[in-house]
């Protein structure tokens, strides 16, 4: 096809930082009107090569070609120009700002040197007309939802006239109600003449959106394909480089002796109202629990007083049949607790530190990693180069800091550094939210792993299928209570539902008895 058809040609894209080559001769063609994936496991390159699309970066070496046209990007002012917008992953928005400020901050419309805001609110109120994109021009940003704040994140890119859109993992933070909603939006934009580059990693979104897909390993562009003539495990085992097992390989859990027992636990959240209301619990060596909920129904609060990080008001945690409630984080992780934390940027790292010395966080006190308070940086370093082989974490050295790796990269070294003391418990929450499906894999793998050593392990996670996959039983979680415990190899997604939604599981139960039954007539 001639080159003028693409809207946006990328030619043998290189960016060197240092000897790393993080895209290494990437080509991409973007044809109008489409939506065309960019897949990739984490740290693949594809934010460096949208990022160089955008103006935030410059290639070390490589072309761009607009509608056949060569073009020199070498800022974000010249992407504007072009007609490129990027919607981050991590929103750029001001908190204390409304909606209209948010959108036109930086390209003010002005009237004899004053601030239209008139001009500005109307032509935002058109824009979000033409695009189907509803929100409060008046709100202010900390006011309104996550998916709102997305849609504002779209209008600020169309507000500038942009007709190339780039999506950088817009699914990340939505609720699966939000995700159909701008799957519906995409569709209305590309409609409307736009065309849309969406960086993902999840294949079931690319299914049901995306025209074509380019897969990038390591770097380098492996393929562009139609989407319609691929599965999503062709695309997987394309992304990674093997064949990828989307279900966990486990045999039967063998539970033993009861590692974690919680009774009558009361915790109240920020506000100081009950969030973890009675709950009584127990995880056995040797298999693992699931919790299933909808977010905000007790789950953090739970794990944070498990760990130290929240007192309880009442009730009973013991580990090996020793009390831990209410006691110091170090002292619960050194009874024989580790934490994989819902937040890995909050909790989990200190994102400026170096990843030796984040590896050593949990017993950088100890020996041989220090002597009498000193710190031994050579122990600490050969010891993190040893988990990062052992645990896969793709860095160029120890050396790095930890904002520098992907999401996939810092969670499999926090993983690495709370399975290396050896706990008895593993509590992990979140696991594998926003990885990839190598990286899942890979998690899951550990996971069950730790079981099989008899281990005990509480898994919190808000995805069903990561649920089901690992768990060994399921205690749903609702309005800070268990109100039923489940086998995964006889429970549904539909009953789990009903449950996250309140049901008991009698009531749930009945409930898909009858409509299995309507169906059946």
Do not use: W
């Not at 933070?173 to 969406?198: A, F, N, Y």
């Not at 025209?211 to 992304?239: E, P």
């Not at 209410?326 to 790292?349: C, F, M, Q, W």
Request: charged share 25%; net charge negative.
């Amino acid at each position: 096809m001639a080159q003028e058809n693409y809207v946006i040609e990328m030619r043998d894209i290189t960016k060197q930082f240092g000897t790393f080559k993080a895209n290494d001769n990437i080509n991409l063609t973007v044809r109008p009107g489409e939506i065309h994936a960019l897949l990739g496991e984490n740290g693949a390159g594809k934010s460096t090569l949208m990022n160089i699309l955008s103006g935030l970066l410059e290639p070390t070496s490589g072309e761009i070609f607009m509608n056949g046209s060569k073009v020199i990007i070498n800022g974000p002012t010249a992407a504007n120009r072009l007609g490129i917008g990027m919607v981050h992953q991590h929103f750029m928005l001001v908190d204390a700002f409304t909606v209209t400020e948010n959108i036109i901050l930086g390209s003010e419309p002005t009237n004899g040197g004053v601030l239209d805001r008139k001009k500005a609110k109307a032509e935002i109120k058109r824009v979000s007309e033409q695009y189907g994109l509803s929100v409060d021009p008046d709100a202010y940003i900390r006011d309104i939802s996550v998916g709102a704040q997305q849609r504002v994140e779209i209008l600020k890119t169309l507000y500038r006239g942009a007709d190339v859109l780039i999506f950088d993992e817009p699914t990340a933070v939505l609720t699966p109600q939000e995700i159909d909603e701008l799957i519906e939006i995409m569709r209305g934009l590309v409609k409307e003449g736009k065309s849309i580059i969406l960086i993902t990693h999840k294949l079931d979104e690319i299914k049901k959106v995306a025209d074509r897909c380019t897969v990038i390993r390591r770097g380098k562009s492996i393929d562009t394909v139609n989407v319609k003539d691929v599965s999503s495990q062709q695309l997987a085992d394309m992304m990674v480089g093997r064949s990828v097992s989307f279900k966990t390989e486990k045999k039967p859990a063998e539970p033993k002796e009861i590692v974690l027992s919680i009774k009558d636990l009361v915790v109240k959240e920020s506000r100081g109202l009950e969030a973890v209301k009675s709950l009584s619990l127990d995880v056995r060596a040797g298999e693992v629990v699931g919790i299933a909920g909808i977010d905000g129904n007790g789950q953090t609060e739970l794990i944070q007083a498990l760990t130290g990080l929240r007192k309880s008001e009442s009730g009973a945690v013991e580990l090996n049949g020793e009390a831990i409630t209410n006691k110091h984080p170090r002292a619960i992780t050194e009874s024989g607790v580790g934490h994989v934390p819902e937040d890995r940027h909050k909790y989990g790292l200190i994102l400026e530190m170096t990843l030796a010395e984040n590896i050593a966080l949990q017993t950088y006190y100890q020996k041989p990693l220090s002597n009498s308070g000193v710190l031994n940086y050579n122990q600490i370093n050969s010891y993190a180069r040893k988990l990062i082989e052992e645990y896969d974490v793709r860095t160029t050295n120890e050396l790095v800091p930890a904002k520098a790796l992907s999401g996939g990269n810092q969670q499999k070294a926090i993983i690495a550094r709370e399975i290396d003391r050896d706990p008895d418990l593993l509590i992990v929450s979140q696991p594998t939210r926003g990885l990839d499906v190598g990286a899942i894999e890979y998690i899951h793998k550990r996971l069950i792993e730790q079981r099989d050593k008899n281990k005990a392990v509480l898994l919190v996670s808000f995805e069903l299928d990561e649920i089901l996959n690992v768990s060994d039983r399921i205690a749903v979680i609702h309005a800070g209570k268990i109100v039923g415990i489940v086998d995964p190899k006889e429970t549904s997604e539909n009953e789990l539902g009903l449950l996250m939604a309140g049901y008991s599981l009698e009531e749930a139960r009945a409930e898909l008895n009858n409509k299995a039954g309507e169906a059946v007539e």
